[in-house]
């Protein structure tokens, strides 16, 4: 194993370090604790996310106006406590409520929730949704349902902006559980994930080999094949997402293509190429398209596709909205 760390078992807290010295005009650590919060706080439905480490730069990345107002961070690949949560809400709470964007994860689920109710002792009101936006299987390690991946960010966004322009915790919950069935995401991996503690790749793909539909944290697949071109990735991914629409080209979409970890933006740019092709080949118009590495898994070389189908005008509007954070750009 090769990574530019100290010890294994002390680097989220350098991360975190790091990440505050460096944007300390963006967010700050609260003492004894894995949470960032909003350097400046504003007074309006407060958004916390969060969820193992190694997804970076999600969350503490989104942290900012405009997107998230905290990012409580778990050990590598690991739920953040139900403690550490509850430190989040009430530091950012300032009386309209805290709303929580969960990604689908056992623990992530179970500690959000056990949190929630800690902060309602408190007085603090507090709402949630939980983000599956992975088509790729329906069941699968760490989840009861379909998991959470890159299109989580797309909700922050999109959620940031009405509770940047005054929305109530009711009408966030409302466009939330609006927003997260038109959110489909899939991924395809050329290799693993090399948690430092576990000094070894989670899963091992041939040279020659990738792995359709794996999760952020190396959860397996559907099906593994020979590598091919990107227009043949992308082909297979264009194809299960527009199914998963019921074939719909004439809803205006917004697309994501994330980068793993390890993968360049040189291809991540050759793919949205590919992609683009193939969404105009089926009629489909898309009204927004972002690409780079916003939802990774440390190490991994692959690529995820999401798509967002924009059934709210607003949506769109919200995901061209200018804002104040580390790695929205």
């Not at 004894?32 to 969820?51: C, E, H, P």
């Not at 990774?296 to 995820?304: E, K, N």
Request: proline content about 4%; hydrophobic content about 45%.
């Amino acid at each position: 194993m090769k990574k530019i760390i100290n010890q294994p078992a002390d680097v989220v807290d350098q991360m975190l370090s790091g990440l505050t010295r460096a944007y300390p005009s963006f967010v700050r650590r609260l003492a004894d604790t894995d949470v960032l919060v909003r350097t400046v706080s504003t007074s309006q439905v407060q958004l916390i996310s969060g969820g193992g480490s190694g997804h970076e730069p999600s969350h503490a990345g989104f942290v900012g106006d405009g997107m998230l107002s905290a990012a409580v961070c778990g050990q590598v690949f690991t739920s953040p406590t139900p403690d550490q949560i509850y430190e989040a809400a009430k530091a950012v709470d300032t009386g309209a409520g805290v709303f929580f964007i969960i990604k689908n994860y056992s623990g992530d689920v179970m500690n959000f929730d056990m949190a929630k109710d800690m902060a309602e002792l408190d007085g603090i009101a507090v709402d949630f949704v939980i983000v599956d936006d992975d088509i790729a299987v329906e069941n699968s390690t760490y989840t009861q349902g379909k998991r959470g991946v890159a299109g989580t960010v797309l909700v922050h966004k999109i959620l940031g902006d009405a509770a940047r322009n005054g929305a109530s915790l009711s009408d966030i919950k409302a466009q939330a559980d609006k927003l997260i069935p038109q959110i489909h995401t899939l991924a395809v991996a050329l290799s693993g994930a090399t948690v430092p503690e576990v000094g070894k790749p989670g899963f091992v793909l041939a040279d020659d080999e990738i792995e359709f539909g794996v999760g952020i944290h190396g959860e397996p697949g559907y099906r593994r094949e020979k590598m091919a071109p990107s227009q043949a990735l992308a082909k297979e991914l264009v194809t299960k997402l527009l199914a998963s629409y019921d074939g719909d080209n004439t809803s205006s979409y917004a697309i994501l293509v994330n980068g793993m970890g390890a993968t360049p933006l040189m291809e991540q740019f050759i793919f949205i190429n590919d992609v683009l092709d193939l969404l105009s080949a089926a009629g489909i118009t898309v009204a927004f398209q972002k690409v780079g590495n916003l939802m990774t898994s440390i190490d991994m070389a692959g690529i995820s596709l999401t798509m967002v189908r924009l059934s709210d005008p607003a949506w769109l509007d919200a995901l061209n909205a200018d804002v104040t954070t580390i790695a929205w750009g």
